[in-house]
Each structure stands twice: as structure tokens, then as C-alpha cells.
């Protein structure tokens, strides 16, 4: 299975202040990537897909960028609805795997 | 508007079996993959089952194999998990979701299962 690590695994933010999320794949997933959004109390939204594509009625402060084994999400202007639990996910191969989440706070 | 809802969860002892339901509406079931995710309490998102559009596949991870069975009824848009000899790591939230190569697009609310004595 390809192993998805996400970092940092939690975060403190300011508003206004611009985040960035990493999540290395082990193996080559040739962009196949998503970013998924989970709220306290909600179930996950898609974000991004194929590592840079935003989701309809995505905020375009969220971006994603990356390729090879290599993927990030950035937040620009960080907004208090920003607080959330962010995974990263590949469907480049069976079975889908998923990042450990990174828990994004306000300072 | 795309609506997925989850149903059959609960309580249930150690080895029993319990039936999730997915209902889906505002959109064509048929034309989609679908998939369970679950998520143990304060934990990560781990991928569970996925059924192929027309029922003709499915996939299972390796700790739900020859336990639990993933089907649809296509004329129902109705999504099912039937969970046999369940075991105290299958408790979880357990969401419904449409997958695509774009990912998993859609998301019910989720369901909680509690395998406890």
C-alpha cells in the first residue's frame, strides 16, 4: 500500500496568515492527489484534486501544488472557518490511502 | 442538491453483525463508484470498501476481508455495508462517499458503530 505522511500534524495559526501543509507519498502517485477538509462535528469535503484542481465553491485562498511524491496546501488569509482537519489522500493505487490529518487552529 | 444519508448504526457485542444503509438522492446513483470510509473516535480517515458503478466489483481492505460485504441496489439508490464478526477496532464513524479519479466528491454525514460488550 502506498504510506501517505502528512506534517506538520497540528498547526497554530493567526488570521491573515498564510499555512502550508505537506504530505509526502511513499512512492510516485503521478498527481493523483486530493485534499479534503473535515470540520469539528462534520464529515470531510473535497478541497483539491489532481493535486492542484479546486473543488466548486472552493475559496481560491486554498491552492494546492506538487507532483512526484512531493504535495502541499496552501491557505492564504487565514479565515476563522479555516479551523478544520485537513487529509491528503492518493487514488493513484488500491487502496486509496490517506494522510494522518493536520489539525489547524487559531493562535 | 446531492444528499447522502447513512443509517443502521449503533451498539453492538463483539462478533455480531450489523447492516448499514446509504440512501442517495439528487444526483444519478447509478452512474457513480461508491465507497465506506470510517473514522475511529479522535482518529484519521481509513478507506474501508468501494463498489463499482453497476455492482460488477468490489473492493475490500485487508481487515474487512470475508467480513464485511459492500452492495447497492441501483433502483434504489441505496449504497449497503453488512458487517459480520464484528471486532472493537471496526468502531468508527462510518461515511458513505462518491469516488471518482477526482476523488471521493461526496460525503454523507456519517454513521457511528460501537462494537463493545
Known amino acids: 500500500d502506498i504510506q501517505m505522511t502528512q506534517s506538520p500534524a497540528s498547526l497554530s495559526a493567526s488570521l491573515g496568515e498564510t499555512v502550508t501543509i505537506e504530505c509526502l507519498a511513499s512512492?510516485?502517485?503521478?498527481?493523483?492527489l486530493a485534499w479534503y477538509q473535515q470540520k469539528p462535528g462534520k464529515s470531510p469535503q473535497l478541497l483539491i484534486y489532481?493535486?492542484?484542481s479546486l473543488n466548486d465553491g472552493v475559496p481560491s485562498r486554498f491552492s494546492g501544488s506538487g507532483s512526484g511524491t512531493q504535495y502541499s496546501l496552501k491557505i492564504n488569509s487565514l479565515q476563522s472557518e479555516d479551523v478544520s482537519i485537513y487529509f491528503c489522500?492518493?487514488?493513484?493505487?488500491?487502496?486509496?490511502?490517506f494522510g494522518g490529518g493536520t489539525k489547524l487552529e487559531l493562535k | 442538491e446531492v444528499q447522502l444519508v447513512e443509517s443502521g448504526g449503533g451498539l453492538v457485542q463483539p462478533g455480531r453483525s450489523l447492516k448499514l444503509s446509504c440512501a442517495a438522492s439528487?444526483?444519478?446513483?447509478?452512474?457513480?463508484?461508491m465507497a465506506w470510509v470510517r473514522q475511529a473516535p479522535k482518529k484519521g480517515l481509513e478507506w474501508v470498501a468501494t463498489?463499482?458503478?453497476?455492482?460488477?466489483?468490489?473492493y475490500y481492505r485487508d481487515s474487512v476481508k470475508g467480513r464485511f460485504t459492500i452492495s447497492r441496489d441501483n433502483a434504489k439508490s441505496t449504497l449497503y455495508l453488512q458487517m459480520d464478526s464484528l471486532r472493537s477496532e471496526d468502531t468508527a464513524t462510518y461515511y458513505c462517499?462518491?469516488?471518482?479519479?477526482?476523488?471521493?466528491?461526496?460525503w454523507g454525514q456519517g454513521v457511528m458503530v460501537t462494537v463493545s460488550s
Open positions: 439528487g444526483f444519478t446513483f447509478s452512474d457513480y463508484n
Open positions: 512512492e510516485d502517485i503521478y498527481s493523483n
Open positions: 489522500q492518493q487514488n493513484y493505487d488500491s487502496p486509496p490511502t
Open positions: 463498489i463499482i458503478y453497476d455492482g460488477s466489483r468490489t
Open positions: 462517499a462518491t469516488v471518482s479519479t477526482e476523488g471521493m466528491g461526496y
Open positions: 489532481y493535486a492542484n
